[in-house]
C-alpha cells in the first residue's frame, strides 16, 4: 500500500509539474504572439499593402505561431508527436471533406489577394453579376449593382469564371449605333457626327472620335460612332452623345429609314 501512495504522488507530482509548466508556456506565449503579430502588423512597410492583404497576413501568422505554441505545449506534456500528427492528418482530411465548398471559397480568396484581378472600387463583370466592388474578404466578395443591390459572391465562383473589369484601364471608348437614311451624303453625315462627340468636353482628342457607315440595313445605313473617354466618365458620356448626337442629326435634316411593310399577296 505504502509503494502504491508513493508511486501514485510521484505520478501527480510528476503530471502536475507538467500541467503547471503548459500553463505558464501557454499564458507566456500568448502574450509573445500578441506582441509579435502587433510589431509585424505595425511596421512602415506594411502599410504600403492593401488593408485586405495586410489583415489577412496578420491573421496567418497569428494562427502559425498559435499552432507552435500549442504543438510546445503537447511536447511539454509528454503526448508523442507521432500520435498528434496522425489526429491532426485524420481530422484534416474529415474536416476537408465536409467543408469542401468553404474551402474552395478560401483558396478562390488567396489566390484573388495574390493576383489582385481587381480592387475594391472597381466595375467588373463576373460569374454572372456586375457592379462595383465594396469588398474583397477571404470567402465573399461584396458587389454593388448599379441600381445600388449588395450582391455576395463566393470567391471559388470568382476564380473559376471570367472576369471583365472595366476599371482596369484609365480610358474606354463608347460605342455607338444609329440607323439612318441612305439619301445624304456619307460624309456630311460622317462630320456631324464627328463634329457632335467632339464638342463633349469629356471626350478624348486622342484618339479621336470617329464615325463611318458599318453596315446596310433596309432603307438606309447603319453608321458607328466611337468615342474615347476616361473610364470614370463612361456612363456619362454614353448618355450626353446618345441624346446629343440624334438631335445633331435631326437639325440637319438627316432621319432613320423608312419603316418596311409587308405586303402580303393572295392568290
Request: include cysteine; glycine fraction near 8%.
Amino acid at each position: 500500500m505504502d509503494n502504491f501512495m508513493s508511486k501514485a504522488v510521484e505520478i501527480l507530482t510528476t503530471a502536475g509539474s507538467k500541467l503547471i509548466l503548459a500553463l505558464l508556456i501557454w499564458i507566456i506565449g500568448s502574450i509573445v504572439v500578441k506582441k509579435v503579430v502587433s510589431m509585424i502588423t505595425n511596421l512602415k512597410a506594411m502599410d504600403k499593402i492593401d488593408p485586405t492583404v495586410r489583415n489577412f497576413l496578420g491573421n496567418l501568422i497569428k494562427i502559425v505561431l498559435y499552432v507552435v505554441l500549442v504543438l510546445s505545449i503537447i511536447s511539454v506534456l509528454g503526448v508523442p508527436m507521432a500520435s498528434v500528427v496522425a489526429v491532426l492528418a485524420s481530422c484534416g482530411v474529415a474536416i476537408g471533406m465536409a467543408m469542401q465548398g468553404s474551402l474552395a471559397n478560401l483558396a478562390g480568396g488567396i489566390m484573388l489577394l495574390i493576383f489582385r484581378p481587381f480592387k475594391i472600387g472597381d466595375y467588373i463583370v463576373a460569374a454572372g453579376d456586375e457592379g462595383v466592388v465594396k469588398d474583397l474578404s477571404l470567402f465573399y466578395t461584396v458587389v454593388n449593382s448599379l441600381d445600388n443591390k449588395e450582391i455576395i459572391i463566393p470567391n471559388g465562383s470568382l476564380m473559376n469564371s471570367n472576369i471583365q473589369n472595366f476599371s482596369a484601364e484609365p480610358t474606354r471608348r463608347v460605342d455607338l449605333t444609329f440607323n439612318l437614311t441612305g439619301g445624304r451624303d456619307v460624309n456630311e453625315v460622317k462630320q456631324i457626327i464627328e463634329s457632335t462627340m467632339a464638342k463633349n468636353p469629356m471626350v478624348l482628342k486622342d484618339p479621336a472620335p470617329f464615325a463611318s457607315p458599318l453596315e446596310g440595313i433596309p432603307g438606309g445605313l447603319a453608321y458607328t460612332a466611337r468615342a474615347w473617354c476616361e473610364s470614370a466618365n463612361y456612363w456619362d458620356v454614353y448618355f450626353e452623345l446618345m441624346k446629343a448626337i440624334p438631335t445633331a442629326l435631326g437639325e440637319a435634316g438627316v432621319a432613320g429609314p423608312a419603316p418596311t411593310t409587308n405586303v402580303n399577296v393572295h392568290q
